[in-house]
Nanobody
Framework: QVQLVESGGGLVQAGGSLRLSCAAS????????VGWFRQGSGKEREFVAGISLSGAGFTYADSVKGRFTISRDNAKNTLYLQMVSLKPEDTAVYYC????????????????????WGQGTQVTVSS
């Protein structure tokens, strides 16, 4: 079993920055691929960013490329999402998640591939 706890969300003005953290406990964090997802009000959960199982692959949703940076510190069992130049459309509950391997093109973007999830942290960007 793995427990994931997000923190760092809040209210920020458009153009501002936030850094989300996701602390993992329970199993060896480095054995998993990781991802950040978000879910806006009335919307489906969507992929934001991920790091592959090997640690060499970094992927981002087109909507956040150039503005968000995902990183992990295996020694601290922590995943991060640095967000800059925030926009009102980034408003959502942000979730971290981890998975073992998956197969198929784009599988890392599917929420169903992820085995463990955090409880979410709210990010609100005002205009």
């Amino acid at each position: 079993q793995v427990q994931l706890v997000e923190s760092g969300g809040g209210l920020v003005q458009a153009g501002g920055s936030l850094r989300l953290s996701c602390a993992a406990s329970g199993r060896t964090f480095s054995n998993y691929a990781v991802g950040w997802f978000r879910q806006g009000s009335g919307k489906e959960r969507e992929f934001v960013a991920g790091i592959s199982l090997s640690g060499a692959g970094f992927t981002y949703a087109d909507s956040v490329k150039g503005r968000f940076t995902i990183s992990r510190d295996n020694a601290k069992n922590t995943l991060y999402l640095q967000m800059v130049s925030l926009k009102p459309e980034d408003t959502a509950v942000y979730y971290c998640a981890i998975r073992s391997g998956c197969s198929g093109s784009g599988c890392h973007q599917r929420p169903s591939e992820y085995e463990y999830w955090g409880q979410g942290t709210q990010v609100t960007v005002s205009s």
